[in-house]
């Protein structure tokens, strides 16, 4: 009697844990940012904090703006009921995938190219804003495009950007030198480290009208089709950020936002 109820308790113990684990699964696991972000009640969104336009860190007020912010409050004005549910953290080209996959951040919307190889790595929606790559340089360089990237010449790229790969395979010449962000990046333009920084248009147009003696030249050559990244495999999340994409569209807000900020 005694060996038939302890494997009758045994039995129970078993099943409540394997009930446990199916939960964790289906609910609350740490793989699980839908729930997380429900259970905190705010997004923590991954933002650019060097990138005029799009996620920049005023140093007057000390706060971040730009379009990608803006975004980020309007979507979760859509998700949670209001725009201030949100917590920014800084993130660059180089960090913004491991900072999601380490959990630091909810959701990237930091100036993100949607890539097929990055799709190995996180989920993107659908695309929110499409930029190029192109070219800024001291007004007056003999630098008029992609095609005068020759043996000789330095570009400046960002680590991690999908415009520090592009530029090998696009101007298979030219020296390509690598920082940590866009500041340090237009430092060295500014102090002659390279004759063209690239990345894309729209955030070199915000270099540009920070420094008038610098322009954009020879157009684009890619295309950078702008998405926010989650965690591999959240597809709920993704669902619900594209909804909420959708209604700021729908609303007119997202216009509104980008002519904020997007002028050219
Ligand atoms: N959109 C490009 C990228 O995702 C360049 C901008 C950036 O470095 O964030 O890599």
Not at 7 to 32: D, Q, R
């Amino acid at each position: 009697m005694k060996r038939f109820l302890k494997l009758t308790l045994i039995s129970i113990l078993a099943v409540m844990m394997l009930g446990a684990c199916g939960k964790e699964k289906v609910g609350g696991g740490a793989k699980n940012v839908d729930a997380k972000i429900k259970k905190q009640d705010k997004i923590i969104f991954g933002v650019k904090n060097d990138t005029r336009l799009f996620g920049y860190k005023n140093p007057s007020t000390g706060k971040v703006e730009g379009f990608d912010i803006d975004l980020a409050h309007a979507l979760a004005k859509e998700m949670l009921g209001d725009e201030n549910k949100v917590e920014f953290k800084e993130v660059t080209s180089k960090t913004r995938i491991p900072m999601l996959n380490n959990g630091e951040v909810d959701a990237v919307i930091a100036t993100m190219t949607i890539s097929e190889e990055r799709k190995k790595e996180v989920d993107f929606t659908d695309v929110y804003f499409q930029a190029g790559q192109s070219l800024l340089v001291k007004k007056g360089s003999n630098i008029k495009g992609i095609e005068d990237l020759k043996k000789g010449t330095k570009a400046l790229a960002v680590k991690g950007s999908t415009s520090a790969i592009n530029i090998r395979e696009k101007a298979p010449e030219t020296q390509v030198l690598e920082f940590e962000n866009y500041g340090e990046a237009f430092t060295a333009l500014k102090s002659g480290k390279g004759d063209a920084l690239t990345t894309d248009d729209a955030i070199l147009y915000g270099m540009a009208d920070e420094d008038p003696d610098y322009e954009l030249v020879g157009g684009t050559f890619t295309e950078e089709p702008y998405g926010i990244a989650v965690k591999k495999g959240n597809t709920a999340l993704v669902d619900k950020l594209n909804k909420a994409l959708k209604a700021v569209k729908d609303s007119g807000k997202y216009e509104e936002i980008k002519s904020k900020w997007i002028k050219h």
